[in-house]
């Protein structure tokens, strides 16, 4: 088959035309639906709206290396987020280039649109050249449409999603094909350099980077001629690291922090690539002396990195205050293990992801030599990633993204049958195959959609909550001004420091934590006590909506709280009205009275 040959361009012109068809289609759809809010700055989600806040900071002028968001929690002095300036970057450059042209607003918008296509694309490609080089061409548009349509990957790749979970999902994908590069040691050096990249940007490639580290030594494990890709892959991530922590981070932090790279992980890649240089240069005869190396690696390297930073022991959130861990971080949905998500995203994630790997070891057990390793390999990986998943759900996009190319793969197969086949069992059968590859959740979404029509339609059925708040965001400005600390939900902070020059008690990051517990505690208070803390605070406004599902989470603690009292429309009287809502869909804004 044509579509086995290592030897092919990095990219070939038919799969790119077929690529940049789907891509276009893709994109000019989307935006056809989200130029609108993309316009008005309505983004997907508040880290978005962050980033953008952080974008803006930079161009205003504060430092490369200078990550603090001195408007959240102003009262300790700001927040040092870990977000890396790699994802800045293509913001900030489009937004620069393009203001002097079109203005500042209209370079944003552009920017919001720009960056997350351009992911796509570069998803697509990559996801399509594994389709090309390992199934054939055919494949190729199928796996375009997959990675446009799957739930995990949509999410995270639609306009105005500029976050940093669209560049991981790339990079994940460059470190597989650089698993059928011809050239190993080029193979290597490719893929840990996207390990690296990944693990800046964000410290849960961390799993997966070892799983990928693992499957190189699994190759020096069988043939200990077989070192090239092991060795390089971890020079190149320890090299690469620490080029990029200098790029990114610069050296006046050298603090062990859980939740990034940093000076303790520095060290430990290097160990690694030291040790398995020197491993593979002793060319150990037995599987058993080889083994028994790469054990003492590993027992060293995570030696050091408890010795050096036992307080990351149980992950990138150990540094969290534990009364926010437990009131705040156990309640973010995405960050939640797969067996508390709702049915919807199970099935979303598992479903791709399962048929995925079953086709990887269907292909394993058609094939031989290389190839078959590769198929195993791959099906290692995508397993990885999914159990990964299984703990942190919103890891989940990777292993869809893994699973993309042997889906389009069947998709196109099965699209093949209903086209072609005169037997109705079978069209019938490829039609049920297609649609679990396109919607797996559609069933149960079907039945819940019929079980919520008759929940909505019976007497007494609870009310919806709110997830955004509408708000005359020019009239919200007039009255916050700069510096000027509002109490506002978690989820609509960003919203009030990228609409407003004002400044807010906590946003929905761990890093803040110190601003979220205090932001729990005044609305866990009564009215009278919450009103003392405010005021040794200096905070200023009360800024929320009576229906968002935040205020309904607070106002658990009873309706004796601050939480309560809003939530019921029974502000108190130390409040006085500024914006009054129409709706509980509308942002309310009260002044703090003074004494």
Same mark, same amino acid.
């Given at each position: 088959?044509?579509?086995?040959?290592?030897?092919?361009?990095?990219?070939?012109?038919?799969?790119?035309?077929?690529?940049?068809?789907?891509?276009?289609?893709?994109?000019?759809?989307?935006?056809?639906?989200?130029?609108?809010?993309?316009?008005?700055?309505?983004?997907?989600?508040? #880290?978005?709206?962050?980033? +953008?806040?952080?974008?803006?900071?930079?161009?205003?002028?504060?430092?490369?290396? /200078?990550?603090?968001?001195?408007?959240?929690?102003?009262?300790?002095?700001?927040?040092?987020?870990?977000?890396?300036?790699?994802?800045?970057?293509?913001?900030?450059?489009?937004?620069?280039?393009?203001?002097?042209?079109?203005?500042?607003?209209?370079?944003?918008?552009?920017?919001?649109?720009?960056?997350?296509?351009?992911?796509?694309?570069?998803?697509?490609?990559?996801?399509?050249?594994?389709?090309?080089?390992?199934?054939?061409?055919?494949?190729?548009?199928?796996?375009?449409?997959?990675?446009?349509?799957?739930?995990?990957?949509?999410?995270? !790749?639609?306009?105005?999603?500029?976050?940093?979970?669209?560049?991981?999902?790339?990079?994940?994908?460059?470190?597989?094909?650089?698993?059928?590069?011809? #050239?190993? *040691?080029?193979?290597?050096?490719?893929?840990?350099?996207?390990?690296?990249?990944?693990?800046?940007?964000?410290?849960?490639? !961390?799993?997966?980077?070892?799983?990928?580290?693992?499957? @190189?030594?699994?190759?020096?494990?069988?043939?200990?001629?077989?070192?090239?890709?092991?060795?390089?892959?971890?020079?190149?991530?320890?090299?690469?690291?620490? &080029?990029?922590?200098?790029?990114?981070?610069?050296?006046?932090?050298?603090?062990?922090?859980?939740?990034?790279?940093?000076?303790?992980?520095?060290?430990?890649?290097?160990?690694?690539?030291?040790?398995?240089?020197?491993?593979?240069?002793?060319?150990?005869?037995?599987?058993?002396? $080889?083994?028994?190396?790469?054990? @003492?690696?590993?027992?060293?390297?995570?030696?050091?990195?408890?010795?050096?930073?036992?307080?990351?022991?149980?992950?990138?959130?150990?540094?969290?205050?534990?009364?926010?861990? /437990?009131?705040?971080?156990?309640?973010?949905?995405?960050?939640?293990?797969?067996?508390q998500q709702e049915p919807t995203i199970i099935?979303?994630?598992?479903?791709?992801?399962?048929?995925?790997?079953?086709?990887?070891?269907?292909?394993?057990?058609?094939?031989?030599?290389?190839?078959r390793r590769f198929w195993l390999e791959y099906?290692?990986?995508?397993?990885?990633?999914?159990?990964?998943?299984?703990?942190?759900?919103?890891?989940?996009?990777?292993?869809?993204?893994?699973?993309?190319?042997?889906?389009?793969?069947?998709?196109?197969?099965?699209? =093949?049958?209903?086209?072609?086949?005169?037997?109705?069992?079978?069209?019938?059968?490829?039609?049920?195959?297609?649609? +679990?590859?396109?919607?797996?959740?559609?069933?149960?979404?079907?039945?819940?959609?019929?079980?919520?029509?008759?929940?909505?339609?019976?007497?007494?059925?609870?009310? /919806?909550?709110?997830?955004?708040?509408?708000?005359?965001?020019?009239?919200?400005?007039?009255?916050?001004?700069?510096?000027? =600390?509002? +109490?506002?939900?978690?989820?609509?902070?960003?919203?009030? &420091?990228?609409?407003?020059?004002?400044?807010?008690?906590?946003?929905?990051?761990?890093?803040?934590? $110190?601003?979220?517990?205090? +932001?729990?505690?005044?609305?866990?208070?009564?009215?009278?006590?919450?009103?003392?803390?405010?005021?040794?605070?200096?905070?200023?406004?009360?800024?929320?909506?009576?229906?968002?599902?935040?205020?309904?989470?607070?106002?658990?603690?009873?309706?004796?709280?601050?939480?309560?009292?809003? *939530? #019921?429309?029974?502000?108190?009287?130390?409040?006085?009205?500024?914006?009054?809502?129409?709706?509980?869909?509308?942002?309310?804004?009260?002044?703090?009275?003074? =004494?």
């Amino acid at each position: 088959m044509s579509g086995l040959d290592r030897r092919r361009l990095l990219f070939g012109r038919e799969m790119v035309v077929r690529v940049a068809a789907i891509w276009l289609a893709a994109i000019a759809l989307s935006l056809a639906f989200a130029w609108s809010k993309l316009a008005a700055l309505d983004l997907p989600g508040p #880290d978005d709206a962050l980033r +953008l806040v952080q974008v803006r900071d930079f161009l205003a002028g504060q430092g490369w290396f /200078d990550l603090t968001q001195y408007r959240i929690d102003a009262a300790s002095g700001g927040i040092a987020m870990h977000w890396s300036r790699l994802v800045d970057a293509p913001i900030a450059l489009i937004a620069a280039l393009l203001a002097p042209l079109i203005g500042q607003g209209a370079a944003e918008v552009v920017a919001l649109a720009a960056v997350p296509a351009l992911t796509l694309l570069a998803v697509m490609l990559l996801a399509g050249r594994i389709a090309w080089r390992m199934l054939g061409l055919k494949a190729v548009v199928a796996t375009g449409i997959v990675v446009a349509v799957a739930a995990p990957l949509a999410n995270q !790749l639609r306009p105005g999603r500029i976050d940093h979970h669209g560049w991981q999902i790339a990079l994940a994908l460059v470190a597989i094909n650089a698993l059928i590069a011809r #050239d190993e *040691r080029k193979g290597g050096l490719v893929l840990g350099t996207a390990l690296a990249a990944w693990m800046a940007i964000s410290i849960e490639g !961390l799993p997966l980077a070892a799983a990928f580290i693992g499957i @190189a030594a699994l190759r020096w494990l069988r043939d200990p001629q077989d070192d090239t890709l092991m060795t390089h892959a971890m020079a190149a991530l320890a090299a690469a690291s620490a &080029l990029l922590f200098a790029f990114t981070r610069g050296f006046t932090d050298l603090a062990a922090h859980c939740d990034a790279i940093g000076p303790v992980h520095l060290s430990v890649f290097l160990l690694g690539a030291a040790s398995l240089f020197g491993l593979a240069r002793l060319e150990p005869g037995s599987v058993a002396v $080889r083994l028994g190396g790469l054990a @003492a690696t590993a027992a060293a390297a995570f030696a050091l990195l408890a010795f050096s930073a036992p307080e990351c022991a149980t992950g990138g959130f150990a540094q969290v205050d534990p009364v926010v861990r /437990d009131g705040w971080l156990a309640t973010i949905a995405e960050g939640l293990p797969m067996w508390q998500q709702e049915p919807t995203i199970i099935l979303l994630t598992v479903v791709p992801a399962a048929l995925g790997i079953w086709g990887m070891m269907h292909h394993a057990s058609l094939t031989h030599a290389w190839l078959r390793r590769f198929w195993l390999e791959y099906a290692a990986l995508t397993l990885a990633a999914l159990g990964v998943a299984m703990l942190v759900s919103r890891a989940g996009s990777v292993a869809v993204a893994f699973a993309a190319p042997v889906l389009g793969w069947q998709l196109s197969r099965w699209v =093949e049958v209903v086209r072609t086949s005169p037997v109705p069992r079978q069209r019938i059968a490829a039609i049920a195959g297609c649609t +679990l590859i396109l919607v797996p959740a559609l069933p149960f979404t079907l039945g819940a959609l019929l079980t919520s029509s008759a929940v909505n339609a019976s007497p007494g059925a609870a009310p /919806d909550i709110l997830e955004t708040c509408e708000a005359d965001w020019a009239a919200f400005a007039s009255h916050a001004g700069r510096g000027e =600390e509002v +109490l506002a939900p978690l989820d609509l902070g960003p919203q009030i &420091l990228l609409r407003s020059p004002a400044g807010v008690v906590a946003t929905s990051h761990h890093r803040g934590d $110190r601003g979220i517990k205090a +932001l729990l505690e005044v609305f866990a208070a009564s009215p009278q006590e919450s009103r003392n803390i405010l005021a040794a605070r200096g905070t200023k406004w009360v800024a929320t909506c009576t229906g968002h599902h935040e205020l309904y989470f607070y106002a658990l603690e009873g309706d004796e709280t601050l939480a309560g009292a809003l *939530r #019921d429309g029974n502000a108190p009287a130390w409040l006085e009205p500024v914006i009054a809502p129409r709706s509980p869909t509308d942002l309310a804004l009260w002044r703090i009275k003074t =004494e």
